[in-house]
C-alpha cells in the first residue's frame, strides 16, 4: 500500500512556482522521499529524493520537514510542459526492498 | 542514463491468448521490474524481474498469468497469459541502474487491448 497522501489535482499558472504537498505521517527514519512525474502517454521521470534535508536540482525542490511528516516539491517557474501527474513516494533503500510503490499522485495542470 | 526500448509498443489481442513484451535495455543494469498502469489509474508493480531466477512477484500477481524472464542484465520479458478484456492496460519496464537509488528509468511502455 501507498504510505503518502497527495491532493488529487492542481492548477498552476504559466511563471508561476508550483508548490506540490505530499503527507507520509507514518514514514520510517530510513526511508526516503522520491518523486516521479508521468506526463501524458509516457513512462514515468525521477524528478528528485531525499531523506531529511532539503534538496535542489535542475528540475525541482524538495522540502522535508523537520519531523519529516510531510514535504512539498517546488517548480520554481511552472511551463505548460510540466503538465503531469507528480507521485510522491516513501521507500527503504536496501537490497531486499529495492522497489517504488506508486500512489495516485497528483494531476497538475499548468494554464497560460 | 539507461534506454529502455518496449516491443510491442500497442497491441490488440483476442481473449484467451498470451502476449510477450519485451524490454531491452542498452546498458547492464541490477534490478528490472514489470509495471501495470490501467486506464486512467497509477502504476501498479507486478514484479521484480530477477537475473537468472525466479521473479519476485507482488500480491495479486502470480507467475502463471504473468511469467516473466531476465536471462541477462539487458533483456527481460514479460507475459500476459490467457488474456481478458481486464487486461486491456500500459505495461510498463522499469530498470534502475544502480541498487539503492531508488531512481528507476522507465519504456514508453506497451498499450495492450484485449477484446
Known amino acids: 500500500d501507498a504510505k503518502t497522501t497527495q491532493p488529487p489535482s492542481m492548477d498552476c499558472a504559466e511563471g508561476r512556482a508550483a508548490n506540490l504537498p505530499c503527507n507520509h505521517s507514518t514514514i520510517s527514519g530510513n526511508e526516503y522521499v522520491y518523486w516521479y512525474r508521468q506526463i501524458h502517454s509516457q513512462g514515468p521521470q525521477y524528478i528528485i529524493h531525499?531523506?531529511?534535508n532539503n534538496e535542489t536540482n535542475e528540475m525541482a525542490s524538495l522540502i522535508i520537514t523537520e519531523d519529516r511528516k510531510s514535504s512539498t516539491l517546488i517548480l520554481p517557474h511552472a511551463t505548460l510542459r510540466d503538465t503531469a501527474v507528480y507521485y510522491c513516494?516513501?521507500?527503504?533503500?536496501?537490497?531486499?526492498?529495492?522497489?517504488?510503490?506508486f500512489g495516485t499522485g497528483t494531476r497538475l495542470q499548468v494554464f497560460p | 542514463s539507461a534506454v529502455i526500448s518496449q516491443k510491442p509498443s500497442r497491441d490488440i489481442c483476442q481473449r484467451g491468448t498470451s502476449l510477450t513484451i519485451q524490454c531491452q535495455v542498452d546498458?547492464?543494469?541490477?534490478?528490472m521490474f514489470w509495471y501495470r498502469q490501467q486506464p486512467g489509474q497509477s502504476l501498479t508493480l507486478i514484479a521484480t524481474?530477477?537475473?537468472?531466477?525466479?521473479?519476485?512477484?507482488e500480491s495479486g500477481f502470480v507467475i502463471d498469468k504473468f511469467p516473466i524472464s531476465r536471462p541477462n542484465l539487458t533483456f527481460s520479458t514479460l507475459t500476459v497469459s490467457n488474456m481478458s478484456p481486464e487486461d486491456s492496460s500500459i505495461y510498463l519496464c522499469?530498470?534502475?541502474?544502480?541498487?539503492?537509488?531508488?531512481?528507476?528509468?522507465f519504456g514508453e511502455g506497451s498499450r495492450l487491448t484485449v477484446l
Open positions: 522499469s530498470v534502475q541502474e544502480h541498487q539503492n537509488t531508488g531512481e528507476l528509468f
Open positions: 524481474a530477477n537475473q537468472g531466477s525466479e521473479a519476485t512477484y
Open positions: 513516494i516513501v521507500t527503504y533503500l536496501s537490497v531486499n526492498t529495492d522497489k517504488l510503490i
Open positions: 531525499g531523506l531529511k
Open positions: 546498458s547492464q543494469v541490477t534490478m
